[in-house]
């Protein structure tokens, strides 16, 4: 078995696919310290820059007091305290839903929705640039799966008419990223909530990297293209990146949150997230709702490195949120020049196959409202440097 497995791995190497883990010494923020040294981020998910809020903390340290450190078992034993519940009911009430339900993981939520919904003579049906955990939650259920080019609408309306042909009576489940975590581009989905309204589908939206940052008040892709519970039956957010902290929640009518309590094994058999975290997630809602400026800085910031990098001769996507993707090819390249970048001080990923589409390999920069317009300077610059020796 080790001798397979090392050649594998030797393999990935020479392929320029080998993974490697950095040590984070230090909270999140854009100035972290990683292996030692102190770094510019342009990686992390914390596009609101409140992963490490005093708020935040202090929510957590009473919290701790209150419940300790620990839930003890699962919500449907003894593990739901109080504030998972009131958690779950200004989350419903923040997205416009009827009800909510907190997961550990997005992974965790997406298995739910899937397992919970549809089976063997049902039908899933995906935007090819979903996220692997939308791909696995598919892969995982009995039901037909079925993959639609990354954005074309006329291609799904041709999968949702074949399979009411076949099946009539079968359920069409529509999963699609809200905003897609390697490209930054969006989802249309008043296109998507117009083609299940035609065909009968059920939408649902996984908002992991919008919610928090699109929509007047933060509540994401949803209200940012004002789109109900009725439109978006099925909505899902991860509350680790623009939220700051940790876990996810599942939202919308109360027959589907009931479902997937009584019938989501991913829900059931699994140990409730600590009471802390949920109380962490209550105080990092308020501050999105009062505390606008953060939202509108990060736009702010992403027209600015959007219009600096107009001078650099890449291939920057098309992109207004903060995942901002440079597209390179190679993969060796492409972490070639994220390490040059991390020698400078500099920490921004290296995006490699499976997790994006064989010769696409491409630098993640991410933006948080907590940079500045001299950190993207900076980063700029070094680019500039790096793209001129290639």
Known sequence: MHDDLKAELEQRRQQGLYRQRLITQSAQGVHPR?????????????????????????AMIDAIQTYGVGSGSAHLVNGHSQLHHDCEQRLAEFTGRDRALLFSTGYMA????TSALVGRND??????LNHASLIDAARVV?????RFRHLDLDQLQQQLAASNEQKPAARRLVM???VFSMDGDKADIQGLAQLCREYGGWLMIDDAHGFGV??????????????DQQQVPILMATLGKAVGVSGAFVAGSEELIETLVQQARSYIYTTASPPSLAAAVLRSIEIIEDEAWRREKLQQLIAYFRQQMLALECQLLPS?????????????????????????????TAIRPPTVAPGSARLRITLSAAHETTDIDRLVKALAGLFRQD
């Open 142 to 146: 009995d039901a037909k799966f079925l």
């Open 214 to 227: 699109l929509g007047e008040h933060g509540a994401g892709l949803c209200e940012e293209q004002g789109l």
């Open 123 to 128: 039908f899933i049906l995906q935007d090819k």
């Open 320 to 348: 207004d949120t903060a995942i901002q993707p440079i597209v390179i090819g190679d993969n060796q390249q492409t972490l070639d020049i994220s390490r040059q970048l991390l020698e400078q001080g500099i920490h921004v």
């Open 176 to 178: 699609t990223d809200a």
């Open 110 to 113: 997406n298995l739910a929705i």
């Open 34 to 58: 990683i292996n030692g040294r102190e770094v510019l981020s342009f990686c992390s998910n914390d596009y609101l820059g409140l992963a490490n809020h005093p708020a935040l903390k202090q």
